[in-house]
């Protein structure tokens, strides 16, 4: 199977807010994996108070958060059924 990087924005991919040991992170890696998606994994600390990224993209503090062009999405369900209808039948 090929694989096609996608650019969501002029110059951009898409970007993954996560920590590795979350496992709503790890739900979105596995779906990112099994659809050949390339994006960039911003690692945010576990402190709360250290995600002020995190909360000036999306509003709040929790991960994961998935920023795919205009869309920014803030809980794992959605990211996964958004990368499933976006890139799910290519
Ligand atoms: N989106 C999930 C929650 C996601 C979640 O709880 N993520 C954890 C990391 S695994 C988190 O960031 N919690 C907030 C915090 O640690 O401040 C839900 O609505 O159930």
Do not use: W
């Amino acid at each position: 199977m090929r694989y096609t990087v996608i650019m969501t924005t002029e110059n951009g991919l898409m970007r993954l807010y996560q920590f590795e040991s979350c496992p709503y992170c790890h739900q979105v890696r596995q779906k990112m994996s099994e659809l050949l998606l390339t994006y960039v994994t911003i690692n945010i600390p576990k402190d709360r108070s250290s995600r002020q990224e995190v909360i000036a993209v999306s509003g709040q503090p929790s991960v994961p958060v998935l920023v795919d062009g205009d869309v920014v999405l803030a809980d794992e369900n959605d990211i996964i059924a958004h990368l499933e209808k976006k890139y799910g039948k290519r």
